[in-house]
């Protein structure tokens, strides 16, 4: 069965210190994959989209990046955090854009 | 870029009760997603919907597309229904992804 994995659940990472946060997908291959994030008292916000291995878009200016170095790892990090970068962070994927979407569980990131 | 509204933010109800949420939006859709979000963050597809009508157990969700218009229902509410329930769309391709309301929280008293 397809399944997704995201990790870590919750993190709390000072202001200047690196992110890194891993999604891996199970059971499909060459997914669509993607990270989201919901800020307080908003939706959740595309912020990056791959449709293959070192295909990545970004939907918004930000000191975030992603990577995907295999079909079904995707990987967003950060050099440098920002209080702003605080966040639920979700990884996502689709066989295709107008197919079912599935989720993984999520992390919740406090920057301080 | 679609806007997506859906309302009400916030409601609260006794078991039992015949439960409406409601999503609206501003651009064409190729699909609209419900999708349910426990306290602990995971999110959880319900359906997905590109016309017409989908029923799973208690819960029912309608769109119209004429009016950009669709609605969860849940019949005979219990408290663990209780979650926030998103409405989200995808309305060109792949790169745009879905695009989300802010969630409906949904409070279930016994």
């Known amino acids: 069965s397809q399944t997704i994995h995201q990790w870590p659940a919750t993190l709390v990472q000072p202001v200047g210190s690196p992110l890194s946060l891993e999604c891996t997908v199970e059971?499909?291959?060459?997914?669509?994959l993607y990270w989201y994030r919901q800020a307080a008292g908003r939706g959740l916000q595309l912020l990056f989209y791959s449709i293959g291995i070192d295909q990545i878009s970004s939907e918004v200016p930000q000191n975030l990046s992603a990577s995907r170095p295999q079909d079904r790892q995707f990987i967003l990090s950060s050099k440098k955090l920002l209080l702003s970068d605080s966040g639920f962070y979700l990884c996502?994927?689709?066989?295709?854009?107008?197919?079912?979407?599935?989720f993984g569980q999520g992390t919740r990131l406090t920057v301080v | 870029k679609n806007e997506v509204e859906q309302s009400p933010q916030n409601l609260t109800a006794q078991e039992g009760e015949f439960i409406t949420i409601n999503c609206s939006y501003s651009?064409?859709?190729?699909?609209l997603h419900w999708l349910q979000q426990h306290p602990g963050g995971g999110i959880v597809s319900l359906f997905m919907?590109?016309?017409g009508k989908k029923k799973h157990g208690r819960l029912i969700a309608t769109i119209n597309i004429q009016e950009k218009h669709s609605s969860l229902h849940i019949t005979a509410s219990h408290p663990r229904d209780s979650a926030v329930y998103i409405c989200a769309v995808s309305s060109g391709g792949g790169a745009d992804g879905l695009t989300f309301g802010k969630g409906t929280h949904l409070i279930i008293q016994p």
């Open positions: 919907l590109s016309s």
């Open positions: 996502a994927w689709q066989t295709d854009w107008n197919t079912e979407a599935f």
């Open positions: 059971g499909t291959s060459n997914p669509n």
């Open positions: 651009v064409g859709i190729s699909a």
